[in-house]
């Protein structure tokens, strides 16, 4: 029969039951059909046996659309040779492996991603040979919607597409699959996951490759790949070899690897655990590094000071997320009689373990149907959803929750449809932006239409190659004259002090897309979703910088400083508002604040004016004290506000009295500023401030959590005195007896009359307490500051004050409870006034010079002592004072609360309670040494302990000392002003409690974003300094050491161990990478290290390597 004869035989393609062997072959070896297609296919590529054998392409491709089988089963081999020589390291080449390997290769191809699934999932063993059938794939990968079962059933026609080059689909058609059976297959695949004894493949022949990670064993032999083959990679080869030796289970998943991979760099959890426990039973969907997978939880694990959650996901294999890897939650899912079966290890222990998480699996698998089902039903009504939900303002951000999505898509959505509109959600990444603390608030910010737009439109740009009309091709040689030129003026101006010089040269509206697009990408953001900024991001820096070997956000940093858009000291945490919120709209803010400020204290109001009393407006401050007829006049008591001689916040004060027939017990009052007495629940500001939730202090772009103009008015403390009018406060007492105890209390709304405004250095002076001496590495040692004298009567007040607060220090050194000592650092302005960080996107803009910066490094144990130590411990007596006073008036209160820290040995609290200074500080790395887990803040409405602060249970500790600082302070005051009043409280039980549990997740993410903040312009400076080579600068970074916080961790992506180092010098910690598993020090070993790499960014990175 002609070539020709076979490529239109129906009958060869209906047929592929007749099978044969090659001479020399062994029973259980991989065999193809003699059918006249695959003859055609070796005849012309050879014996190949790549990732998928030749009878299944006969089979996938002998459908009544198929025009040409032939052509399209040559298509695919052809790309699979390409995607190996093209996007796999060299050893790939010739060796076949499970797909998963291939990811990180063929990161762009999303068609590449499914022709290696599918031709892995339809490879064949004859039922003759005895050999166990390689996994389905959707036993490995079930849990991801872009790899899952639905594409391994669409890849056909997608190959039909792409060889016809369209979009239509081909007739219907079924795939079936032998089954042995639900249960046997799921023992089998429990079995394979945990690495139970499976079926060898015959030993390969002389010839044969076979897999360094193990699971099947191919032929490769096809000479066309050598046409593509790059030279050998050395270094990749041995890092592959060096995983296949640690592997001593199931090989990793790739997908596996991807998602756990470097989770030091790229942590997204502020603490190392959080208060939420997982019971087992709670069925789970977990997302990080844009990978998902759902499961049910079995357990819960404490490895490296983190919990991590035991989970079992369809595949039969055996996850470990971190506890805020969690999106999704049912608990109670699998009924406690089957899940308390299934043991809380990696792996089932036993048969009956074993077979009570085959029917977990039986359950998983129903779930993973109906969800399917679902999701596939949502997709049509879940098209308009966008335009329904988007601001009507194209350039601004809305929100929306999932049960309002849910049900703009379903009238009546049960949880499948919920848990199907959560995963549409998460995919539309382009439209939708899921909160950093989704779990609790289940939130989705919506993107603005603007902000859409862009990204389509740069990625239209990128899918245009080289054309003329393509606006990327005329902006990359002009973007790239303007880099060179940028760089060579900030280099020869370094030592300059910060300015801008504006440019007449503008940017075409093409270029101000690609800028605004690149200025977008900088947005800090989680990697729980699929970042829709990358693929354009990298298209368009690989055209800027063909040089570059991996692209990074510091990159895209570096790149618009170099191009003039953003100052060199921008950085992307304090980027956000700016690019939210243009400088004419912030001023217009800040004008319209000095609007609603001197309308409400012009004399006289309207509202003042008024012939009957007029409800409160949104604008509309207090007319008057409400709690003017009961409060307590403190006459000419001094009040002592100390705090650092910037400080415009002055929130707090303290005084002290003696009890003339109580020798050594004295009261102690702590005198809070008042703003619930001017500001209502409802007023704009207060609104503003429940969005802001806290001040920010970040060195270009300080945001107070209250106006600023409203300080003057009566709310910072002495501020009202100047004015001529009573300081209002809320005041706390405590009675302190002479063994340290508060014995009595009282809360009330106060009147101060004395206020003296003092700073730390000078109450150290005048008390002889010590001065905190701070190291300045980059500098000579600091000269001792100027400080105020103050009058002997003053003296003794704070000398008393004093006393009483050794005593309460005495009292907690008795229980048993520390804190933790890190050298720690801190960087500021010399001079107050940020340098200017305009965007540019009109004009070319060229910055010159650099911040005139300090940088300081400190010790925490050091600096709670002396008045710094007094101010703290007088304000942690009005937390617990404020406690009390809520427990007894039966008044919901939100206490911050901490649970005792966790010790492998019990008995090693009595070593470390030996190591404590007189504060109460112990070296962190001796906790690390122990293998202690330090207790996480979280906030209950319950008086519970506060056990780092020596708080027992029953008494509890809520924080209400900074109400112009913290919107949870300032909830407290209006919380007590109801009750100073005997109404009804002002928020409710259930508020308060859905409150602390968005709170916890809002106090890390501002946490986060400051210490992204921090890192950046610390980060910043170390570079100048290196870059500049002073002595002083060599004279530290020459002769740096590390102190090692963390076991050794094996880096999956690099293939390299890496932990973490405190660098005393520097008061920073970072990672140390890029070693051998034998060149990992011990927790607590003092190794040479040096500055390998710094990228800044939206997540800056400071990396460090061993002196050998």
């Not at 848990?419 to 932006?433: E, G």
């Not at 660098?1063 to 040096?1090: C, F, H, T, W």
Request: charged share 25%; net charge neutral.
């Amino acid at each position: 029969m002609s070539k020709e004869d076979q490529r239109t035989s129906r009958v060869g393609r209906k047929s592929c039951s007749g099978v044969s062997r090659r001479d020399g072959e062994s029973k259980g070896e991989w065999t193809h059909s003699t059918t006249p297609l695959c003859l055609e296919l070796e005849e012309e590529f050879g014996n190949i046996h790549c990732t998928i054998q030749l009878p299944s392409l006969h089979t996938m491709f002998m459908r009544e659309d198929v025009a040409d089988p032939l052509k399209l089963s040559r298509d695919y081999l052809n790309m699979e040779i390409e995607a190996r020589s093209r996007f796999a390291p060299p050893e790939l080449h010739k060796t076949p492996v499970h797909p998963n390997f291939l990811f990180p290769f063929c990161m762009q191809s999303r068609l590449l991603r499914r022709l290696c699934y599918r031709s892995y999932s339809t490879a064949k063993l004859p039922k003759s040979s005895g050999q166990q059938k390689p996994l389905n794939d959707e036993h490995h990968h079930g849990q991801n919607e872009d790899r899952g079962i639905q594409d391994m059933m669409d890849f056909t026609s997608d190959m039909i597409s792409v060889a016809s080059g369209s979009n239509a689909r081909g007739s219907a058609w079924t795939r079936t699959k032998s089954r042995r059976g639900d249960e046997q297959r799921l023992v089998a695949s429990l079995r394979f996951a945990e690495g139970a004894s499976v079926v060898p493949l015959s030993p390969p022949p002389p010839g044969k490759v076979s897999d360094p990670l193990g699971e099947i064993t191919y032929n490769f032999t096809h000479p066309a790949a050598n046409k593509y083959q790059p030279e050998s990679n050395t270094r990749i080869e041995e890092q592959r070899a060096k995983l296949s030796a640690r592997v001593t289970k199931r090989p990793i998943s790739l997908e596996k690897a991807r998602y756990h991979a470097d989770e030091e760099l790229f942590a997204e959890d502020a603490d190392p655990s959080t208060s939420t426990v997982f019971a087992p039973g709670t069925f789970i969907e977990t997302r990080r590094n844009e990978v998902s997978t759902h499961g049910i939880v079995l357990g819960e694990m404490l490895s490296n000071r983190r919990w991590r959650i035991v989970m079992l996901v369809s595949s039969g294999d055996v996850w470990t997320p971190l506890r805020d890897d969690v999106m999704f939650a049912v608990a109670d899912f699998v009924p406690n009689d089957l899940i308390s079966r299934c043991g809380g290890n990696e792996v089932a222990g036993n048969h009956s373990e074993l077979m009570a998480r085959v029917k977990v699996l039986q359950r998983l698998h129903q779930v993973d149907k109906a969800v399917e089902d679902a999701y596939n039903k949502i997709q049509r009504a879940a098209r308009s959803l966008y335009s329904r939900t988007r601001s009507s303002d194209p350039h601004a951000w809305s929100t929306v929750n999932l049960a309002d999505a849910a049900k703009i898509i379903s009238p009546n959505p049960d949880l499948v449809h919920t848990f199907a509109v959560h995963k549409f959600l998460m995919k539309q990444s382009l439209q939708y932006v899921a909160d950093p603390d989704y779990r609790v608030a289940r939130t989705f910010h919506v993107r603005p239409q603007a902000h859409v737009d862009i990204i389509n439109a740069v990625t239209a740009m990128t899918r245009q190659g080289d054309a003329p009309s393509n606006p990327l091709v005329e902006f990359v040689p002009k973007a790239r004259e303007l880099i060179a030129r940028h760089q060579q003026i900030r280099r020869s101006t370094r030592d300059e002090s910060p300015s801008i010089v504006p440019t007449k040269v503008k940017w075409a509206p093409a270029d101000r897309q690609i800028l605004t697009f690149l200025l977008h990408s900088l947005r800090p953001k989680r990697s729980t979703q699929i970042d829709p900024y990358h693929v354009g991001t990298f298209a368009i820096l690989k055209r800027l910088h063909t040089n570059i070997q991996e692209i990074h956000e510091s990159i895209v940093h570096q790149t618009l400083v170099d191009l003039g858009v953003i100052a060199p000291w921008q950085d992307a945490a304090s980027l956000v508002g700016k690019v939210d919120q243009s400088p004419k709209k912030q001023k217009l803010l800040e004008t319209q604040e000095k609007a609603i400020i001197d309308k409400a204290f012009s004399s006289p109001s309207p509202r003042q004016t008024a012939s009957a009393p007029v409800p409160l407006g949104s604008e509309d401050f207090h007319l008057q004290d409400p709690l003017h007829s009961i409060r307590h006049d403190f006459g000419d008591l001094p009040v002592f506000v100390i705090d650092d001689v910037t400080a415009e916040e002055l929130d707090d004060g303290i005084s002290v009295e003696s009890i003339p027939t109580e020798p050594g017990s004295h009261w102690v009052h702590v005198h809070i500023a008042d703003p619930a007495s001017l500001l209502p629940v409802k007023h704009v500001f207060s609104e503003a401030a429940k969005k802001l939730g806290s001040s920010s202090y970040m060195i270009n772009a300080p945001q107070s959590m209250l106006p600023r103009a409203l300080m003057s008015h009566g709310l910072s403390l002495g501020s009202a005195l100047q004015r001529g009018e009573p300081q209002r406060v809320i005041s706390f007492s405590g009675k302190i007896d002479a063994d340290g105890d508060i014995v009595d209390y009282k809360v009330r709304a106060g009147i101060i009359n004395n206020v003296k405004a003092v700073d730390y250095d000078s109450v150290n002076a005048a008390l002889s307490l010590p001065t905190i001496q701070r190291l300045t590495p980059f500098e000579g040692q600091n000269s001792s500051k100027p400080h105020r004298s103050l009058a002997a009567e003053d003296s003794k007040q704070l000398m008393v004050c004093n006393d009483v607060v050794q005593r309460l220090l005495a009292r907690r050194r008795r229980e048993a409870s520390f804190n933790v000592s890190a050298m720690g650092s801190e960087i500021y302005l010399r001079q107050r006034g940020a340098p200017e960080t305009l965007i540019n996107l009109k004009h070319v803009a060229v910055f010159r010079g650099f911040p005139d910066l300090r940088y300081t490094v400190f010790d925490p144990a050091s600096e709670d002592a002396g008045s710094r130590q007094m101010v703290a411990e007088m304000m942690k007596v009005a937390c617990r004072v404020a406690s009390r006073f809520s427990q007894d008036r039966g008044l919901p209160l939100l206490r911050r609360t901490a649970p005792p820290a966790i010790l492998p040995n019990p008995s090693d609290l009595q070593d470390l309670l030996q190591l404590r200074t007189p504060n109460g500080f112990v070296p962190f790395v001796e906790v690390l040494k122990k293998g202690v887990m330090l207790g996480t803040a979280s906030y209950s409405v319950e008086p519970l302990g506060h056990w780092g602060i020596g708080v027992p249970d029953g008494e509890g500790y809520c924080r209400v000392t900074s109400p112009l600082r913290r919107y949870s302070d300032l909830v407290a005051h209006w919380q007590i002003h109801s009750a100073l009043l005997s109404t009804s409280p002002t928020f409710s039980t259930d508020w308060l409690k859905n409150y602390g549990d968005a709170l916890v997740w809002q106090d890390r993410a501002r946490k986060k974003r400051q210490q992204l903040h921090d890192d950046f312009w610390k980060y910043l400076y170390i570079r100048h300094q290196i870059e500049s080579q002073s002595p002083e600068a060599r004279a530290v970074l020459d002769n740096l050491t590390g102190e090692v916080i963390s076991n050794g961790a094996l880096n999956t992506m690099s293939m390299h161990f890496q932990c973490q180092v405190a660098i005393p010098k520097l008061g920073i910690s970072a990672d140390l990478r890029n070693m051998e598993e034998d060149q990992v020090p011990q927790i607590g070993s003092i190794v040479p290290v040096r500055v390998e790499e710094i990228k800044l960014g939206s997540r800056p990175q400071l990396d460090f390597g061993l002196i050998s």
